[in-house]
Antibody, heavy 120, light 107 residues
């Protein structure tokens, strides 16, 4: 059974750095072909893909946000971490992590999401 | 970056009606187009992958078609539980992108 769960602060101040953790089970990121992405959704708005990390440690980022994002993994803990620097109120959103594979690009399993509010 | 444009943005429909949602890509993406359903305060759920392949456990009234730049999600005999926002997503090239969403309201 595949599950993913996001965790992190519910509130951050403008200019601070956000650190989110995706803890998963039912698969391993050391298995060839496995990938985990981060996706966000501002309140009432559409989904936006942010970043992906692959089983071989390849990393990919949103074009518009790549200077602010860092994705990493801890295979032994079954975790993927996303950091986003210089947070702004427009970054207020629910942040999801989701699984895909290198061969199958669809997101077949998602976490429940975590709402992050950026406010002073 | 590939832009996905869905239509319509909103549709109000009655139960048992047939619904069609379209997604147009700004360039050829082959069949690397996927559809998700998202209900309020829930995470998206995969319905259709690679344009026409139903994901495990998805009711048979949901189907997908298309290739290249034009894709369609069809819901046959709509049920009240299908009230949700539907998104298309392309994995043909990075960065991945999503459509703006189509909200279905059940009358």
């Amino acid at each position: 059974q595949v599950t993913l769960r996001e965790s992190g602060p519910a509130l951050v101040k403008p200019t601070q750095t956000l650190t989110l953790t995706c803890t998963f089970s039912g698969f391993s990121l050391s298995t060839s072909g496995m990938c985990v992405s981060w996706i966000r959704q501002p309140p009432g708005k559409a989904l936006e893909w942010l970043a992906r990390i692959d089983w071989d440690d390849d990393k990919y980022y949103s074009t518009s946000l790549k200077t602010r994002l860092t994705i990493s993994k801890d295979t032994s803990k079954n975790q993927v971490v996303l950091t986003m620097t210089n947070m702004d109120p427009v970054d207020t959103a629910t942040y999801f992590c989701a699984r895909s594979t290198w061969i199958q690009g669809d997101f077949d399993y998602w976490g429940l999401g975590t709402l992050v509010t950026v406010s002073s | 970056e590939i832009v996905l444009t869905q239509s319509p943005d909103f549709q109000s429909v009655t139960p048992k009606e047939k619904v069609t949602i379209t997604c147009r890509a700004s360039q050829n993406i082959g069949s690397s187009l996927h559809w998700y359903q998202q209900k309020p305060d829930q995470s998206p759920k995969l319905l259709i992958k690679y344009a026409s392949q139903s994901f495990s456990g998805v009711p048979s009234r949901f189907s997908g078609s298309g290739s290249g730049t034009d894709f369609t999600l069809t819901i046959n005999s709509l049920e009240a539980e299908d009230a949700a926002t539907y998104y298309c997503h392309q994995s043909s090239s990075l960065p991945h992108t999503f459509g703006q969403g189509t909200k279905l309201e059940i009358k």
